[in-house]
């Protein structure tokens, strides 16, 4: 029998290229079935005993009202003038709650389902990409359990507030920009295969499909909340320099003057797109003459109101107004915080408390605290630097796309520390995710590569795989321990104060 012939004989393409250019890891059939494992761990937390706390908590008072305002007039409204309400926030998170309410009662259930389902996809989407990264269904897996385990964003898979249909969003719009990362080099690769010579020439890679999708979810996280427009600039140098990489590991001489040749129609597309959701989201406010400012021009000014141009001159109003606001916003709360004091779990927010009987002693409490799972959230910052150490070291495209999109949802709001604008923990959402793939990232590089077949399991990689065991079990037993403040348990005041390890900054 004669050898085989080598794929680099065949297709003309060196195996270095084409390590470069494939993805990491494939799907399979297996994973799948440890995905579902996982995300069903999170499904049954984030739905048992979802009705409690009885009535609205926190924020919910607005945002779950809203919601049911929004099915029943189009536009968020003001009972007692019979008129649109102004709100700062754009519709869509407010839609997607007054959903839940329509399918399910305007009840507790009903205003917090839309929260959990979001909360648990958000584990799914987070498992499915840290694969993809990461190229081991254990690292994914173990991402998605971490995610499923915090605190905060249990929290919020359990209340009717708008950051984790936020924080789901921008998730799903990085997956879907790793996966066009993976499909457009792969056509890169395919073109190569085909005798493409990419000193002469450049390939039509054709529509890129998962960028477009990943326009069309930055642009619904928008219309959620406008922090994500700090994603949206992340989403489009991510996009250029994944690009370029593509175009270098493929041979191109010029591979920044061809990303920008072939590539500004598609930027100038992903921007259109995400406008087009962000405009499609106020869709109520348009078809109804009731919406805050909606007639702008003709009440208050006085002027002409051109078909479409004027409502959207008055939808701009509408926004300068909003934005005042935002910019404007210094009233002391409670529970405000700063942005260096979020990862240190300086101030969580009590989304309820209550002093009320059953817990079989003469004093109890009861309490729905929004609180990271400390011992993942005291991880981040070292991690952070091993992601960087690493990042670095090892010139990993990883480990910089995961430090900028963690740092894209918390170094702007220094700035707005600077102004001394009002702020809160749960601003740090759409960077959690991010943060655990700065830990995932570090637990795959203390484990190391898997040994090649036949080999035995090496040293490093055994004390690697028990750390990385032992560190997402203390998270379990963490989370199990802060549970029942999670969930507004009642327990005696010594339990409760036993769990206040911060002392008055926790109260």
């Known amino acids: 029998m004669e050898p085989p012939v080598p794929r680099d004989a065949v297709a003309g393409v060196p195996e270095s290229v084409r390590r470069r250019l494939l993805p990491r890891v494939g799907s399979d059939l297996n994973s799948w079935l440890a995905t579902a494992v996982v995300v069903l761990i999170a ?13 609205k908590i926190f924020d919910e008072t607005y945002y779950a009202t809203e919601g049911q305002e929004l099915f029943d007039h189009g536009v968020e409204w003001r009972p007692e003038n019979n008129a649109g309400d102004f709100v700062v926030h754009p519709p869509l998170g407010k839609w997607i709650i007054g959903a839940g309410e329509w399918l399910f009662g305007r009840d507790e259930f009903g205003w917090r389902i839309a929260a959990a389902v979001f909360g648990t996809l958000s584990v799914l989407i987070l498992i499915r990409v840290a694969r993809r990264l990461f190229g081991s269904t254990v690292l994914g897996c173990a991402a998605g359990l971490l995610l499923a385990l915090d605190g905060m964003h249990f929290v919020l898979s359990r209340s009717a507030l708008l950051d984790i249909f936020l924080m789901t969003f921008i998730l799903a719009g990085f997956a879907c920009l790793v996966l066009d990362r993976d499909q457009r080099r792969a056509r890169w690769l395919a073109a190569l295969e085909g005798g493409l010579d990419p000193t002469q020439g450049r390939p039509r890679l054709g529509v890129p499909w998962w960028r477009l999708a990943a326009a069309v979810m930055i642009g619904c996280a928008a219309s959620v909340k406008w922090s994500a427009l700090w994603h949206f600039l992340l989403f489009i140098v ?23 040749l072939d590539e500004a129609g598609w930027m100038v597309a992903f921007g259109a797109i995400a406008v087009a959701v962000y405009l499609a989201s106020w869709t109520g406010w348009f078809v109804t003459d009731t919406g805050w400012a909606r007639h702008h021009l003709a009440n208050d000014l006085h002027q002409r109101e051109l078909p479409v141009i004027g409502a959207l001159q008055n939808l701009w109003e509408y926004h300068r107004q909003a934005l005042h606001f935002h910019t404007g916003l210094h009233d002391t709360h409670r529970y405000q915080s700063w942005p260096w004091q979020w990862l240190l779990l300086g101030r969580p927010v009590a989304f309820s408390y209550s002093q009320d009987g059953g817990c079989g002693a003469a004093s109890c409490s009861a309490e ?19 992601l960087a150490w690493f990042g670095i070291s090892r010139r990993d495209w990883r480990a910089l796309a995961i430090g900028l999109a963690a740092a894209a949802g918390i170094l702007p709001w220094f700035w707005y520390e600077i102004q001394n604008r009002t702020m809160f923990y749960f601003y740090a959402l759409p960077s959690l995710p991010f943060l655990i793939l700065a830990v995932v990232y570090v637990l795959g590089a203390i484990i190391g590569p898997a040994p090649g077949p036949g080999e035995p399991l090496p040293d490093r990689r055994l004390f690697g795989t028990i750390f990385a065991g032992v560190f997402v079990g203390l998270v379990a037993l963490c989370f199990a321990y802060f549970y029942p403040i999670y969930v507004g348990k009642a327990i005696t005041y010594a339990e409760w104060s036993a769990r206040m390890w911060l002392g008055g900054r926790w109260i």
């Open 368 to 386: 729905v605290l929004l609180l990271g799972t400390p011992v993942l959230w005291w991880a981040f910052l070292p991690a952070l630097a091993g």
């Open 238 to 260: 991510l996009i250029v320099i994944w690009e370029v990489g593509a175009r270098r590991a493929a041979g191109s001489r010029h591979p920044w003057r061809d990303t920008f």
């Open 43 to 55: 499904a049954v937390l984030r739905l048992v005993g979802l009705a409690h706390p009885p009535g």
